[in-house]
Nanobody, 121 residues
Framework: VQLQASGGGLVQAGDSLRLSCAASGRIFSRYFMGWFRQAPGKERELVSYISWSGQNTYYTNSVKGRFTISADNAKNVVYLQMNSLKPEDTAVYYC???????????????WGQGTQVTVSS
């Protein structure tokens, strides 16, 4: 599986962005897709994940109510709609897949190249 993330950019606080993660290769229904982010000097953190069925989702507390993850199985694309962006959302955002429990961060692989999100105040 190869993943390609896109959709990042430079926006102002309060604006919105939609990130896309396009997957090529064989995707199994049991897979989860996760969005991670890494800010300068900080560890990579799990922002959100979704099962390919779309039935199971997770959001880290800091993005709840602002970010929405969704999956388009027909296109093999997972989206992360980010609304009400804040400067602290500034980071490189990555997508990755796992066939393990989605809470087990070391199980994620097939990392995409990352897309930069910069939110100015």
């Amino acid at each position: 599986v190869q993943l390609q993330a896109s959709g990042g950019g430079l926006v102002q606080a309060g604006d919105s962005l939609r990130l896309s993660c396009a997957a090529s290769g064989r995707i199994f229904s049991r897979y989860f897709m996760g969005w991670f982010r890494q800010a300068p000097g900080k560890e990579r953190e799990l922002v959100s994940y979704i099962s390919w069925s779309g039935q199971n989702t997770y959001y880290t507390n800091s993005v709840k109510g602002r970010f929405t993850i969704s999956a388009d199985n027909a296109k093999n694309v997972v989206y992360l709609q980010m609304n009400s962006l804040k400067p602290e959302d500034t980071a490189v955002y990555y997508c990755a897949t796992t066939a393990s429990k989605p809470e087990w961060l070391k199980g994620y692989g097939n990392w995409g190249q990352g897309t930069q999100v910069t939110v100015s105040s």
